[in-house]
């Protein structure tokens, strides 16, 4: 006798197809879910806030009067913001993933670390805040400049951007660095020139996410102390600014008492937007030009 | 003492002359790897139990024996790649030329640049077939765009590949197949210009037509190199090897000239196992 009938198969079949079938569509509907809701959101805040898009929003200083505010103070804090977010995070958060990875010895201590980072990536964001504003702007005496900003950012995502860089080490398979190390290469050749080459996609994919975060992220630049209005363009990362998500905050916060601070509010949500893609872009392709290597 | 001259046969005069000259011949090639009582373990388990093995320069060295009998251990313990397992200790000698190669002023990535290694998938980095071959003489210090191209062809030729690469030196190396691969493979490993090879099952991921290239070049050469085979293929041991090594269970059982393993083993086990009873 065959284990397995040909009559069983038969009538099963029709099940199994059909739950194959429902499968395909439960994940085509949590698809549209998400589609559905970012589409409304879109919408809503086009039809606030493009009409509001022109030169002078674009270029202009903030101002109290709706019909004369802009936002390139925020723009350029935002540019200012990633000027030391990007490096500092990557250079930090790469670094603590290949000695985690590569170097620290697997035992109770690595563990214990290990753990920490992933329990740091919860804290709420406003506890970094509070940190940046302890250590930052008054124990290290910056004020709430550019780079006090930025360094506490880097603090927030640093934890996503280690766990997402370990990821990608750890997907590289261990015959390139056997290969590499049984030609005579030390650890840091091998790291620089086999090991990294083949995460960095990975890499940059997480430090894409993470950066993304910190663009949007407000909570702990208000715990910094970011001033709402009116401040001369910063010029480096040594001067006070503001900051694309903390203007649609104050915006949306004030729009009880001016009504149209809620359309500038939209139409900086699509100016963020669109700096988000921007910055994603460039990220991505520089990925994939790595990528093209293999 | 004629008398003394015809109590011997003829044919055993013959045989005892044969002897001296295999005798002599064997004294020529000189032992490059020197093994005395090695023991390994991977945290408890004892995978290598006092081995001893001498290695011969221009001879192939075969090591045939069952799955998971320590084959691959004790070739990636010649080069020291088997440190790379944190758990891994050991204990007795291995003189590399004279010298143990356990000494604390040796350093490991200079064994390895003596000591070259073949692995038994071809693993060939995500880079042009080109930066594959000058990977090893870069970071050795060769920057000299000549000079590297010379190696890289010469390690091509070197490896049988020359002809089918040379158009497509710039091409990513994952674009050959499995069998070019493999002979991509040697012939990075031939460019740190090595005076060991160790392969372990090099051919068992090719087809019989590219195991014969891979054959042929091992057999060319052992004429500079000392080589170290571990395989799974008794034809290919008897094939291209000047002694076979048997182990099983992490010991060695038997080690001779390979035709003495295959043709008069000492051993019963080994006998068993080159005939397939067993492993
Ligand atoms: N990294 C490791 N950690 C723990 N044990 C290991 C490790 N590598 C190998 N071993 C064990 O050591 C023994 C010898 O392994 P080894 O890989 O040397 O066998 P092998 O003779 O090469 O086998 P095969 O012919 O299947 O390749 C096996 O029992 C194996 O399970
Ligand atoms: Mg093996």
Same mark, same amino acid.
């Given at each position: ?35 559905? #809701?970012? *589409? =409304? !959101?879109?919408?809503? @805040? /086009? ?6 898009? +022109?030169?002078?929003?674009?270029? &202009? ?65 406003? #506890?970094? *805040? =509070? !940190?940046?504003?302890? @250590? /930052? ?6 004020? +709430?400049?550019?780079?006090?900003? &930025? ?69 702990? !630049? ?73 | ?279």
């Amino acid at each position: 006798m065959k284990y397995v009938d040909a009559v069983q198969v038969q009538k099963r079949m029709n099940f199994r197809l059909i739950v194959n079938t429902i499968a395909k569509i439960i994940f085509f509907l949590s698809t549209v879910f998400g589609l559905v #809701v970012l *589409g =409304i !959101l879109i919408y809503r @805040v /086009f039809s606030d806030g493009i009409g509001w898009i +022109n030169m002078d929003f674009l270029t &202009g200083k903030l101002s109290t009067d709706p019909e004369k505010a802009g936002i390139l103070g925020a723009i350029l804090g935002t540019l200012w913001l990633m000027v030391v977010v990007a490096p500092v995070t990557m250079f930090f958060g790469v670094g603590t993933a290949i000695y985690l990875e590569l170097y620290a010895k697997k035992g109770k201590l690595r563990s214990f670390i290990q753990t920490n980072i992933a329990n740091l990536a919860g804290v709420p964001s406003i #506890v970094y *805040g =509070i !940190l940046g504003m302890t @250590v /930052f702007v008054r124990a290290l005496d910056m004020g +709430n400049i550019v780079l006090a900003g &930025g360094l506490t950012m880097s603090l927030l995502i640093l934890p996503i951007t280690i766990v997402a860089s370990q990821e990608a080490i750890r997907a590289v398979p261990n015959h390139l660095g056997e290969a590499s190390y049984g030609l005579g290469a030390t650890k840091w050749q091998t790291i620089k020139n086999i090991i990294l080459p083949a995460a960095l996609p990975g890499i940059l994919t997480g430090a894409i996410l993470s950066l993304s975060r910190a663009i949007g992220e407000t909570a702990p !630049l208000v715990v910094i102390g970011i001033p709402a209005l009116l401040i001369p363009f910063p010029g480096s990362i040594f001067d006070k600014f503001t900051v694309l998500p903390m203007q649609i905050y104050y915006w949306t916060l004030d729009s009880s008492l001016v009504e149209e601070y809620a359309y500038l509010a939209s139409a900086t949500i699509i100016i963020l937007l669109l700096v988000l893609l921007l910055l994603n872009t460039t990220a991505i392709i520089i990925r994939n030009k790595f990528q093209k290597r293999y | 003492m004629a008398g003394a001259m015809t109590a011997i046969p003829q044919a055993e005069v013959k045989k005892r002359a044969n002897i001296e000259v295999l005798r002599t011949l064997e004294q020529e090639k000189e032992v490059v790897f020197d093994t005395q009582n090695l023991n390994l373990w991977y945290g408890e388990k004892h995978a290598l139990r006092d081995i001893n093995l001498d290695i011969h320069e221009e001879e192939v060295t075969a090591i045939i024996g069952p799955s998971g009998c320590g084959k691959s251990t004790y070739l990636k313990t010649l080069n020291r790649m088997v440190e790379l397992v944190p758990s891994v200790r050991t204990t007795g000698v291995i003189q590399y030329k004279g010298k143990s190669i356990f000494d604390k002023s040796l350093r490991v990535e200079e064994l390895r640049t003596q000591v070259g290694m073949v692995f038994q998938k071809p693993n060939p980095f995500p880079k042009s077939i080109y930066e594959n071959i000058a990977y090893g003489p870069k970071i050795h210090g060769i920057r000299n765009k000549m000079i590297l191209d010379e190696i890289v062809e010469k390690s091509l030729r070197g490896a049988y590949i020359w002809d089918e690469v040379k158009d497509r030196l710039h091409d990513n190396a994952y674009g050959l197949s499995g069998g070019q691969q493999q002979r991509l493979c040697i012939a990075r490993c031939l460019a740190i210009e090595p005076d060991v090879i160790l392969m372990d099952e090099p051919t068992s991921a090719l087809d019989p037509k590219s195991t014969l290239k891979v054959e042929e070049l091992i057999r060319e050469l052992k004429k500079d190199y000392a080589i170290v085979i571990v395989t799974h293929n008794m034809q290919q041991a008897s094939r291209i090897s000047d002694r076979t090594a048997f182990f099983l269970d992490g010991e060695v059982v038997e080690y001779d000239r390979t035709d003495v393993i295959f043709n008069e083993p000492t051993d019963q086990r080994t006998e068993d196992y080159i005939n397939g009873r067993f492993g």
